[in-house]
């Protein structure tokens, strides 16, 4: 296992269009989160997967973006009517234990241009 | 809201030399993990190392210690006998309440250059 891959690495759109990135984590990790991280910043914490239940979504996660994780396996984190604030690197991280303790497992991020 | 800050944007550190990269948090919990991570230019974010609140000691590996102090919540980070690798953006990190304690909130990160 290479660790947590995700797809595409870059992807410039149009405003108002959808886009829609895939993270595979390491295979026997349960857990499963999604960032974002603008220019500059740290990563901000964006929803969390526990095998197949979304188990917590943060207050930057707008209507506009809806994440799955069917199977519990890969995760995909949509998003629709892109706006140029939305313009960031999407960060998925992994682990097989509680967050809270152990160790993420982060891929190397899909970057968002929106123009 | 729960809050890591990180008051020094960039540092510089001369190659062999030691550096401190500071952190404070915000928490009424008395039982939680404190992180570093580390994120090289163009290259996922990886763990450096890790503290248990409730443990006295203060964490090491190898180049890499922590000086924690729980009553100030403060979580610096020294770097001794730095090398051109350790070049990366430093974020500090733990689970506040923000995220239900599910998920790590981390700080705005310094810029750590290495001056050969």
């Known amino acids: 296992d290479t660790g947590v891959s995700q797809d595409p690495r870059h992807k410039i759109t149009k405003r108002g269009q959808n886009v829609t990135f895939r993270c595979d984590p390491i295979s026997e990790h349960n857990r499963l989160y999604w960032y974002r991280q603008t220019l500059g910043q740290g990563p901000e914490f964006l929803t969390y997967?526990?095998?197949?239940?979304?188990?917590?979504k943060s207050r930057l996660l707008s209507d506009r973006f809806s994440a799955e994780r069917p199977k519990g396996s890969f995760s995909t984190l949509e998003i629709q009517r892109t706006e140029q604030g939305d313009s960031a690197m999407y960060l998925c991280?992994?682990?097989?234990?509680?967050?809270?303790?152990?160790?993420?497992?982060f891929g190397e991020g899909s970057r968002l241009t929106v123009l | 809201a729960q809050t890591v800050t990180q008051s020094q944007p960039e540092m510089s550190v001369q190659e062999a030399e030691t550096v401190t990269l500071s952190c404070t948090y915000d928490?009424?919990?008395?039982?939680?993990?404190l992180f570093w991570y580390k994120q090289p230019p163009s290259r996922q974010m990886i763990l450096v190392i890790r503290q248990e609140a409730y443990k006295q000691q203060n964490a090491t590996e190898n180049r890499f210690s922590v000086n924690f102090q729980k009553a100030a919540k403060s979580f610096s980070l020294k770097i001794s006998d730095s090398q051109l690798g350790d070049a990366a953006m430093y974020f500090c990190a733990f689970p506040s309440m923000d995220t239900g304690r599910r998920a790590l909130t981390f700080g705005s990160g310094t810029r750590l250059q290495v001056q050969p």
């Open positions: 991280a992994s682990t097989d234990r509680a967050s809270n303790t152990g160790e993420l497992f």
């Open positions: 928490t009424s919990e008395s039982d939680y993990y």
């Open positions: 997967f526990q095998n197949e239940a979304q188990l917590e």
